[in-house]
T-cell receptor, first 113, second 114 residues
């Protein structure tokens, strides 16, 4: 069965520092991969998605993610974190052409001034 | 520019009471979903509706029922609430049925069962 693992429950970075959030998935075929962000008290917003093609995808708010098939990973990165990036981040995998997304348990990002 | 609207935003119930969470989307999307979010558990799918007139169980359907009233509306009902159903509930919609489409989420409904 497909699954998503986000190894880091909580990460704290300093404002201006770089960020990498890890995501590993389990799925036999090429997955559809997503990163969502959730600000406190809000719903989830799509940051970026990967279906095929270029393994480095760009998203909103300066985020990017790289799909690495050999490592079953889809890590999220940002070169310079802003205080407004403090939120919870969810990786998700869509198994097959239809059906539903399987979400990871999330990584909470705190940003130090 | 409403998107996905959920009501109520907050609700407190006593064990055994019933209630319905309402969800409406104004984006003419075909697919709609109900998730629950619990600390350290991420989002888990309760039920979904791939199109008007169809509903299917997700990962955690026990204790819930749904109704796809029309293309816009998808409600979630708790017939006899239990403390284990204390959670934040999110409704989402997607244009098609394919996983290539973006999910649009409501702002959530926080339910406490005493």
């Amino acid at each position: 069965a497909q699954s998503v693992t986000q190894p880091d429950i909580h990460i704290t970075v300093s404002e201006g520092a770089s960020l990498e959030l890890r995501c590993n998935y389990s799925y036999g075929a090429t997955p559809y991969l997503f990163w969502y962000v959730q600000s406190p008290g809000q719903g989830l917003q799509l940051l970026l998605k990967y279906f095929s093609g270029d393994t480095l995808v760009q998203g909103i708010k300066g985020f990017e993610a790289e799909f690495k098939r050999s490592q079953s990973s889809f890590n999220l990165r940002k070169p310079s974190v802003h205080w407004s990036d403090a939120a919870e981040y969810f990786c998700a995998v869509g198994a097959g052409s239809q059906g539903n997304l399987i979400f990871g348990k999330g990584t909470k990002l705190s940003v130090k001034p | 520019n409403a998107g996905v609207t959920q009501t109520p935003k907050f609700q407190v119930l006593k064990t055994g009471q019933s209630m319905t969470l309402q969800c409406a989307q104004d984006m003419n999307h075909n697919s709609m979903y109900w998730y629950r979010q619990d600390p350290g558990m991420g989002l888990r799918l309760i039920y979904y509706s791939a199109s008007e007139g169809t509903t299917d169980k997700g990962e955690v359907p026990n204790g819930y029922n749904v109704s796809r009233l029309n293309k816009r509306e998808f409600s979630l009902r708790l017939e006899s609430a239990a403390p284990s159903q204390t959670s934040v509930y999110f409704c989402a919609s997607r244009r098609g049925q394919l996983n290539t489409g973006e999910l649009f989420f409501g702002e959530g409904s926080r339910l406490t069962v005493l």
